[in-house]
């Protein structure tokens, strides 16, 4: 529609206050018993007819065309549509369409930074939550060990080391928090190689085998895999990848449980490594932030088991660095499967 066809409702508007004005004669004529003279009445409904066309028709396409061309100085179009110079050129109706698809994604825009600024918030309330609690548990043990009447040195042998393990968590925090930044502006270079995927799996059973047996978790394949899988990727960075599912899954599996790793055909020449056990797991309103640093399902058990929060948020910039998918499934009460794919080398 362009504006051109304004005329069109020029000519309703004209022929509306004619036929109005016709009425209004003939009703006073009628009524007072008036000679009127119509032939001098027809030429003047002539020229008020076309003077309201054209008054009607220039003033509305003065404003509507103001309006528009204020609103394109706000709307920078990205194929560079511009009104026309003659206003008749113009299809305000495409410019107003294209004006409300850029005003819909400028609200969601808006949206997606508020929630932005809202995970900035939490993540800065998360990071100064596990900072401090390692931090200030560390200064209470050292400040009790430096007052003069403390002297009992088995006790300041278990303060001593209680400390170094607040230490610990803070340099687990700080490294993975550095990981994550270097990940993130990809200053962590992958050095992409061929590897065997099975001698990699096995060598972190052998890794984690003391703790699992504290809590007597199985580790095994789902069965003999005889022939090598050989990938391609980072053997360092996939290798901290499994550490870090396995790690999650005697933690918080279940004692005397299973943890079972598989390895299956994925689309697109690429394989999928499931990790998978029988624990209580995950409710299904907390598996969509799963993989956000320093989100814990559950924040008491978390800190029992220790770690610095941030595994989970690692293995997702890993696999994503890698142009790799990272999958989650859980149903809780039965268990919980995590599963990344990684290119297959034929």
Same mark, same amino acid.
């Given at each position: 529609?362009?504006?051109?066809?304004?005329?069109?409702?020029?000519?309703?508007?004209?022929?509306?206050?004619? =036929?109005?004005?016709?009425?209004?004669?003939?009703?006073?004529?009628?009524?007072?018993?008036?000679?009127?003279? @119509? =032939? @001098?009445?027809?030429?003047?409904?002539?020229?008020?007819?076309?003077?309201?066309?054209?008054?009607?028709?220039?003033?509305?396409?003065?404003?509507?065309?103001?309006?528009?061309?204020?609103?394109?100085?706000?709307?920078?179009?990205?194929?560079? /549509?511009?009104?026309?110079?003659? %206003?008749?050129?113009?299809?305000?109706? &495409?410019?107003?369409?294209?004006?409300?698809?850029?005003?819909?994604?400028?609200?969601?825009?808006? +949206?997606? =930074?508020?929630?932005?600024?809202?995970?900035? !918030?939490? /993540?800065?309330?998360?990071?100064?939550?596990?900072?401090?609690?390692?931090?200030?548990?560390?200064?209470?043990?050292?400040?009790?060990?430096?007052?003069?009447?403390?002297?009992?040195?088995? #006790?300041?042998?278990?303060?001593? +080391?209680?400390?170094?393990?607040?230490?610990? !968590?803070?340099?687990?925090?700080?490294?993975? #928090?550095?990981?994550?930044?270097?990940?993130?502006?990809? +200053?962590?270079?992958?050095?992409?190689?061929?590897?065997?995927?099975?001698?990699?799996?096995?060598?972190?059973? $052998?890794?984690?085998?003391?703790?699992?047996?504290?809590?007597?978790?199985?580790?095994?394949?789902? *069965?003999?895999?005889?022939? %090598?899988? &050989?990938?391609?990727?980072?053997?360092? !960075?996939?290798?901290?990848?499994?550490?870090?599912?396995?790690?999650?899954?005697? *933690?918080?599996?279940?004692?005397?449980?299973?943890?079972?790793?598989?390895?299956?055909?994925?689309?697109?020449?690429?394989?999928?490594? *499931?990790?998978? $056990?029988?624990?209580?797991?995950? *409710?299904?309103?907390?598996? %969509?932030? #799963?993989?956000? !640093?320093?989100?814990?399902? $559950?924040?008491?058990?978390?800190?029992?088991?220790?770690?610095?929060?941030?595994?989970?948020?690692?293995?997702?910039?890993?696999?994503?660095?890698?142009?790799?998918?990272? =999958?989650?499934?859980?149903?809780?009460?039965?268990?919980?499967?995590?599963?990344?794919?990684?290119?297959?080398?034929?």
């Amino acid at each position: 529609m362009k504006f051109i066809q304004l005329h069109k409702q020029a000519l309703k508007s004209s022929a509306f206050i004619s =036929l109005l004005l016709i009425l209004i004669v003939i009703l006073t004529t009628t009524f007072f018993k008036i000679d009127f003279n @119509y =032939l @001098y009445f027809s030429i003047l409904l002539f020229f008020l007819f076309i003077s309201v066309y054209f008054v009607f028709k220039i003033h509305t396409q003065k404003f509507i065309y103001g309006l528009l061309k204020k609103m394109n100085k706000l709307t920078p179009f990205e194929d560079e /549509f511009s009104l026309h110079e003659n %206003p008749l050129e113009t299809d305000f109706e &495409l410019f107003l369409k294209k004006f409300q698809n850029f005003a819909q994604t400028k609200h969601l825009e808006i +949206e997606k =930074l508020h929630n932005i600024d809202g995970f900035r !918030r939490e /993540f800065l309330g998360n990071v100064s939550h596990e900072l401090k609690t390692p931090i200030f548990t560390a200064q209470g043990y050292l400040l009790t060990l430096l007052d003069d009447d403390f002297k009992d040195k088995t #006790l300041r042998k278990k303060y001593l +080391e209680r400390a170094n393990k607040s230490i610990d !968590r803070l340099n687990f925090i700080v490294k993975d #928090l550095d990981m994550i930044s270097k990940l993130e502006s990809n +200053e962590l270079g992958l050095n992409i190689k061929s590897f065997n995927l099975i001698e990699l799996i096995q060598g972190v059973f $052998d890794l984690l085998e003391m703790k699992a047996k504290k809590r007597d978790v199985e580790l095994s394949f789902n *069965k003999n895999y005889d022939i %090598p899988i &050989l990938v391609n990727g980072d053997i360092k !960075r996939i290798e901290q990848v499994i550490i870090n599912l396995l790690v999650n899954s005697i *933690k918080y599996g279940s004692i005397n449980g299973k943890t079972t790793v598989s390895i299956e055909p994925y689309i697109h020449q690429k394989i999928l490594v *499931k990790i998978s $056990d029988n624990g209580e797991g995950i *409710k299904e309103i907390h598996i %969509p932030r #799963l993989f956000e !640093r320093f989100y814990r399902v $559950d924040q008491s058990r978390s800190r029992e088991q220790g770690g610095s929060g941030l595994g989970l948020s690692i293995v997702k910039h890993i696999v994503e660095a890698h142009n790799e998918t990272i =999958l989650v499934k859980s149903e809780y009460g039965k268990g919980s499967e995590f599963s990344f794919t990684l290119k297959k080398v034929e």
